[in-house]
């Protein structure tokens, strides 16, 4: 069976399972309880969900914008944003929620740009490394109160310890190399070409690549450091909307407050238990509703179930507005774009610029 079609069926067979698993949840918890806990959210409360998401997706946007900017890319502000809300489809889609869409926003500005294609790609980089930097902080946090929560349990604690840890360790990593330009990716490419002789040739190419986008993230951490940490801060500010995304829900279904560090675990779990471990159905449909019930009781356990549901719920009606949105401007204008850089109208690389 050819690549493409495999891709079909294993998609196909992630949003059976996915609407399978959504389906059980929906019969265990009880589908009237969910639907009044949204009903109960009121125009204002949809307006704040739907807001809170518009408003991380901008400030995401600008970032990358910033930082666009800052390497001296000047876009058309309409041509960022749906580059930016492709990527963002894309990678919503596809088993893991942060990452995915990246290649396919770097390849949509190419052609608007006279600049090499390795520095598109690094731009494109370094905002997604400022957003993992961002949730670090905000995940610090949460897991300083989770460790000592005598609420939570030992197995999820180390389960938590271990995610930190490894989601801290190789932003640790990529914080290293690209500020002093170890260039550790492209070695480690070229010891795979010693390795595999076969593929030495190829590999060495990929190597060169590799290297040159390393340098263009060199210069954000020094000729653009400016850019980059006014693209930092907004990416915290995106980061917060995000964090603040149950005391949205729950305040305007409920009026129910959380204190800070419920928050704090609220915000830690979710993206180390769901957003990279458990995103494995197209836009973690399913699996997202049924961890969210667990995660929720553990930290605040007067949270109904329904409520959980709910929640999660609305805030995927409001992403997928954003996922609709990218997926028509990718039908529009992004796959067509992309087809034609296949018959040689591609941007110089950097070799030729």
């Given amino acids: 069976m050819k690549a493409p079609a495999k891709n079909r069926w294993r998609l196909a067979l992630s949003i059976v399972i996915g609407l399978a698993l959504l389906g059980g949840v929906l019969y265990w918890v009880g589908w009237r309880g969910i639907f009044a806990e949204m009903s109960a959210l009121g125009v204002a409360g949809i307006v704040g969900i739907v807001g809170s998401v518009l408003l991380a997706m901008a400030a995401w946007t600008l970032s990358w914008w910033i930082i666009l900017r800052s390497?001296?890319?000047?876009?058309p502000l309409p041509q960022v944003i749906g580059a930016r809300l492709s990527g963002y489809a894309i990678s919503y889609l596809t088993p893991t929620l942060y990452f995915g869409g990246e290649p396919v926003r770097a390849l949509m500005v190419t052609r608007g740009t006279d600049a090499p294609t390795t520095r598109v790609f690094a731009t494109v980089f370094i905002e997604r490394?400022?957003?993992g930097?961002?949730?670090i902080l905000f995940i610090l946090v949460g897991s300083f109160f989770a460790i000592s929560s005598p609420a939570l349990p030992w197995p999820e604690k180390r389960l938590l310890i271990a995610g930190v840890g490894f989601i801290t360790f190789w932003i640790l990593v990529g914080l290293v190399d690209f500020a002093w330009n170890l260039k550790w990716i492209s070695r480690a490419i070229r010891l795979l070409g010693v390795i595999f002789r076969?593929?030495?040739a190829g590999l060495g190419r990929a190597a060169d690549k590799v290297s040159e986008t390393e340098d263009e993230i060199h210069d954000a951490f020094t000729i653009h450091w400016r850019g980059t940490v006014l693209a930092f801060l907004v990416q915290l500010v995106?980061?917060?909307f995000v964090y603040m995304r149950p005391q949205v829900f729950f305040y305007f279904s409920a009026g129910h407050v959380f204190t800070f560090p419920q928050l704090s675990l609220l915000f830690t779990l979710t993206v180390i238990l769901l957003s990279f471990f458990l995103w494995i159905t197209p836009g973690g449909i399913g699996t997202g509703e049924a961890a969210i019930i667990g995660?929720?009781?553990l930290v605040a356990p007067t949270i109904a179930k329904e409520g959980a549901v709910a929640f999660s719920l609305m805030?995927?009606?409001?992403?997928s507005i954003l996922v609709a949105l990218g997926l028509y401007y990718l039908a529009q204008r992004g796959i067509a774009r992309i087809g034609r850089r296949r018959d040689g109208d591609a941007p110089p690389s950097a070799s030729e610029s």
């Avoid at 805030?315 to 992403?319: G, L, R, S, W």
Wanted: glycine share 8%; aromatic share 28%; hydrophobic share 55%.
């Fill in 71 to 75: 390497y001296g890319i000047r876009l």
């Fill in 129 to 131: 490394f400022l957003g």
């Fill in 133 to 135: 930097l961002s949730m």
């Fill in 198 to 200: 076969r593929w030495q």
């Fill in 238 to 240: 995106a980061t917060f």
């Fill in 295 to 297: 995660i929720f009781h």
């Fill in 315 to 319: 805030f995927k009606f409001a992403e």
